[in-house]
């Protein structure tokens, strides 16, 4: 049987809350691996995936990176709490790294097997992660945003990194892709990134259905790219 909880952790300074999602039905060691909301914070998408992933034989961990509570509840307001993290990725990286930090407490936690994923904001929570050297197996970017932050990390990228991105996505183009490419290249990752042709932002989501901007849901790309990290961390974990 699937449970859900949700569990609370603090930087000493912070508050946030995620959810967390295991087949109690075992008690053996398994991956966690996270999840890292879109720009609006933690919502039920997140945590549908965590029981997905849950499902799966993984521990799910929806994270939050701005805060119990705090949430965008339009995109003004999801941009604005975006934009304070987007302007201070050091805060951005030290709220990843408290989330990894409490994903290792937990019960049936195989420490050694942790992995992230994201979804928009979330794809590039989780690229941070993997440039500071953290201790996770691998992570996947879906629908991702591509550009380095200004800290200047040295040491090669130890994380594997799957890419999952939408060819037609607007807040992605072209060059973005080739300079993280180019990025990931240069630090040494073990990295593959995945176009999928006629889609945009947010391809992940059903809700989004706003072609004009370029941010809609496409299910065909949704469900490949679902089974292409589900391959990515049965081949990691392995």
Known sequence: MIEVSKVEYTNGETQFQGVVAWDNSTNQKRPVILIAHAFGGQSKFDEDKAIALAKRGYIGFAIDVYGKGVRGSTPEESREL??????????????MQISLVKAKT???ADVGKIGAIGFCFGGKCVLDLARSGAAVKGIV?????YDKPCIQHKNDIGASVLVLHGWEDPLAPVEAVLELAKELTERKADWTITAYGHTGHSFTNPKA???DTGMFFQEKSNIRAWQSML?????IFN
């Open 82 to 95: 975006m934009g304070v993290l987007n302007n201070d990725r050091a805060l951005l990286l030290k709220r």
């Open 141 to 145: 970017s879906f629908h991702g945003v």
């Open 106 to 108: 937990f019960e049936f």
């Open 231 to 235: 391959k990515f961390f049965e081949e």
């Open 209 to 211: 259905q706003s072609r």
